[in-house]
């Protein structure tokens, strides 16, 4: 039996559909990279019995971990501290050096609202500074500190108990740092280690992996040792295998035949988003475009949007990445008709003639973009999002996206994209993104008879 | 006490985080709205052992009403309904004329599929025609029926186990169905009806709300009747509150202190969001400002951006919602200086006398997005998103907006925001949107000294 954890997320408006939880599916993948399973995750409101029976339940259950998100606050309906030190019969004390370093992250917040009062703040912030005797203290992202609270009859006499706040910001780095603590290393003693890889690949059906999997064992391939789990991701499909490190050779088989049988759609074997992709692209890196990327050293190129149906979506996903800079000069959103044609110079009588959504205006876009901005690269986007502004001709779904090299070659595509209003417009930036990779790819691909530079040919 | 339930969400998928559940949150907020407490969400995999443990432990917390969802399916890990009827001590039989009826489902889906083994498929969709006896059938939507399964003992004896099936476009028509069966209304006999609302503050901190709660109440507020939850959402503070209809006048006493207490920061009492004002403010739309918001009929107008470090967030964030294209004309994403220049016509000589980050920077943004594109109001950010680019006096987090009204009035605002690129960039797109509804208010507030519209003032 593998080592087990439990989950509880807590929170009212978690448990009463109000906000969507993302911190349970999070942890859970956590634990897996570490090889503890979760046996379940648990959605509590704020009420300190619900929170304790849950405690409890999953103790029952033989975990020997138990992760809570959330109720680490400074306001009265936040017990979660409170509540475990009750369950590990562990006193609450006040740490005072901690309440000092809490007084001190709170200071520039309350130099930046002089009229709040400075003594009422620090008194509901007071409750972050009490830590369950014997606790091991993670120190505060934000106000809240995390906690590794260990049972009360010492290690292995229960589950031991980490305490992570609610917001993602504060509880991804906060995990990273409670791994590092003896308290929570003694707790997974016995969790095996596993190789954990990832496979990306765009423009398949989840079900066309489920075959792949079938025929991969009719031929032969030992998946046994692997264990595989699939899911489609914003339009990909990822892969991830978990595997111990006495099968990498059963992992590489498979990764070779899913090479094999899905070819160019198999975009990257090492993890790497597609976003992180066309970043190392336009930023000139060897090998950036992962599987089938032929070039070495390439030259760098800087990224222009025109966007239409997705109203700068593209741009702000481009310039998620810090460092962007680089190569984000900028973008234009035309929502309106007269902005395609004063901002991205499209011309109105090609509007008129064949409308605001055809491959014609999403070339005029990518042109545009590039003329007005100065860029090597542009995207021109323009589609039908909905709900409304349908057509027989041009359905709800509808979008077309070109991508073009100033003076170079383009691609333009014309999508067909189900789902709602938000749906259409998240797939159409991965679309773009993918046919960027492509377009730079292809740009950079050494001539057709040439061998890749340093593929070592002498044959050249 | 009121009446409880818990939910149950199945599947390994799910527990791995590999897929979203939209279940359990769905299913809350439809429990909620007959009178039911959701007390705890418990997500399992497709184990046996684990979907048992959860419907024991939520029958030892005394629910009245378990849900289940998912596991419905014909395949070896989909063991719901076995499960359930071990725990409610009830046999399973098979339903014949339900057998008939899941064929008769299954007959177009065979003929589409001439290859398909005809007999292996009805043998493995048999095992959806099991029924625990005393059981009452819901009609399958996709091919799985789902059931209300009474306990061993009879009503009242223990939970009631309502069981459905996992994909959504199933589930949710089921529910419905269920709540028309005389098994379901016995089980929640005696839920009550609630009251539901939700307040929104924008501009300070959490613990100042926890504040204003213990104050209130040593105001003399009655408190009590209220379920008062509050959280922090992108930078809003939300109080949503929960009460019997018979006290409705201790939910008008608190928000009329909440309104007097923190005044122009509560911005909404009926708990429309800030994107949804700002949307209601552009359209021209009476009392579209929420709390504070004097006006009656005012002008529609269009709004256009220039936007440096969120790249292009709040134009997609502004046209997120179907039917922006009434009022939003597009926008600039002037991420290097030369397209700040070229785009919104800033001048080179400001760029380089103040800098970017600038508040003449951000008013030159907005001025040039109305210039540009012709719009009725114009917003222009520019700061430092990080992690990269802070100096000292320009440190990541320094955020300039300035949102203006053609030839009229403007609000500019320097911004120090925490938090990681993300944050800033999420939190200057929430910042903006409040600037604008204020301006968008202020601009069609009645003179002073003059009624608002409709006040029914005859002093005017």
Redesign the interface.
Known sequence: MSVRAGIVVT??????????DSN??????RL?EIGVD?????????RPE?LL??LR?LA??SVALIVTSGGL?????DLTGEVVARFQERPLELDEALFGRIAEILR??LS??PD??RE??LR??RKQALVPAGATVLEPVGTAPGLVVPPAAGDGAGPTVLVLPG?P?ELQPMWRAALETGAFQAAVVGAGTFEWRIMRLFGIPESEIAETLLVAERDGLALDPLEI?T?LRRGEIEI?TRYAPTDAAAYAAFEAYVARRHGPLLFSTDGATIDAQVASLLLGEAGAGGVGDAAGARPARTV??A?SC???????R???R????AY?????????N??KV??AGVSSELLERVGAVSSEVAEALADGAIA???SDVGVGITGVA????GTPEKPVGLVWVSVALRDGPRLTRRLSLPGN??DI?DRTTTVALHMLRRLLIEADAPPPGEAAPGAGSDAA
């Not at 810090?322 to 800079?325: L, P």
């Not at 984000?328 to 309106?336: A, D, E, R």
């Not at 909905?386 to 502004?389: I, Q, R, S």
């Open positions: 929170g009212t408006e978690v448990l009463n559909g109000i906000i969507r349970g599916p999070w942890l859970s993948e897996r979760a046996s379940h995750i648990v959605v509590v409101g704020d619900d029976a849950a339940f029952a259950e606050g400074p306001t009265a309906d520039p917040l930046r609202w709040l009062d009422a703040v509901s912030n917001p910001r789990t899911c991830a222009a949007t966007e997705t109203g700068g979506l593209l741009a702000g481009l310039t998620d810090a460092g962007s800079s984000v000069l900028g973008g234009l959103v035309v929502y309106s007269a902005a004063a901002l007005r901005l100065g909905g709900p409304g502004g209003r938000a417009r």
